[in-house]
């Protein structure tokens, strides 16, 4: 699906963002577009491509290569627009994701979390996209806080387009996961810089459960969505549970300290995640390693027969990280173990 394609990634310098970048450049597309508003990081990516040249009076240029980098804001709709002439296919990892920053600034996160989605999706009509992919999260799933109310209205944004396209060829679907373990911004880098300085790991609640996974499994199945949708739907990928204590454990035995300073719930905050509400799995199939959560508009028939024998429909009930089975602690380490080492976090 990708060989040959002109593709677009709306947050590309993030951490998903990133990792997808590094998947679709194995699968030779025509051109991977980075779209962020971080000069510094797409600096460095470009140095990390090796596709900085310098010319003849020796300032550094970006050279030509199968990848472009956009300077721009997803909220900026013009911008967008410019970035998406002649794409195939977007990827829309851009957001507001940092639960009191939402709180604190509601409507910036609406603009970046809906206004900001309404405007990939105008763009990608505009361009004829076959295409387009939206991240979203499990604090989507009964809303408790303003981010995860942004997202909710992301997706429903996204489920909505594909039925009001008209003519258009261009097929929306969106991601629904959890925690992705060493992104930026989340907690287990923040637990890592705390104890290389030997300082408190600050913990919410130790019996806080989250759904997590690496970025490399959210990547794989980002593609998959991609590749596998009929359009409309919201994948709800399934990911194992984790006590939020277990993670600071892990994570003090790896740096063999043992300091915990309990700092109780931020503004927002739930004790558990949903990723499905009991409502949405009374209309969605279940897939091998997630869930299509069928849109109200369409034909239920149309899914089923494009899925065919790959699915099967889900249970009705909440899929939710405190009725989820969850990790004891030994699994727990280990995965937290394998991924700074392969970050190459030195103990």
Known sequence: MFTGEKILIIGGTGTVGKTLFYS?????????????????????????????????????????????FFIGDVRDKERVQRAMEGIDIV??????????????????????NVLGVQNVIEAALKADAKTVVYTSTDKAASPTNTMGATKLLAERLMSA?????????????????????????????LFVAQAKRKAALTLTEPEMT????????????????????????????????????????SVMEYFD?????????????KMYEEL?????????????????????????????????????????SMYSSENAPILDYLRVKDMIWDILNREGVKQ
């Open 91 to 112: 990827f829309n990892v851009a957001a507001m994701k940092h639960v009191p920053a939402c709180e604190y600034n509601p409507f910036e996160a609406v603009k970046t």
């Open 257 to 269: 300290y043992n300091l915990l300073k309990v700092i109780g719930k931020r503004p927002g905050e």
């Open 24 to 68: 679709l450049l194995k699968k030779n597309p025509e051109v991977i577009r980075l779209f962020s508003r971080d000069e510094h990081k797409q600096f460095i990516m470009e140095n990390e491509l090796g596709i900085i040249e310098s010319d003849d009076s020796g300032h550094e240029i970006p050279s030509t290569a199968n990848t472009r």
């Open 276 to 316: 499905m509400t009991e409502e949405e799995s009374m209309r969605a199939l279940e897939l091998e390693d997630m869930f299509a959560v069928l849109p109200f508009f369409g034909e239920r028939d149309d899914y089923i027969n494009h899925y065919k024998d790959n699915a099967t429909p889900a249970a009705i």
């Open 210 to 249: 989250r759904f997590v996974m690496s970025k490399e499994r959210a990547v794989e199945l980002i593609l998959k969505a991609a590749t596998e949708s009929l359009g409309g739907e919201i994948f709800v990928l399934k990911m194992p549970v984790v006590r939020m204590g277990d993670v600071a454990k």
């Open 161 to 189: 387009a594909q039925f009001s396209r008209g003519t258009s060829r261009t097929k929306f679907v969106s991601v629904r996961f959890g925690n992705i373990l060493m992104s930026r911004g989340s907690v287990l880098p």
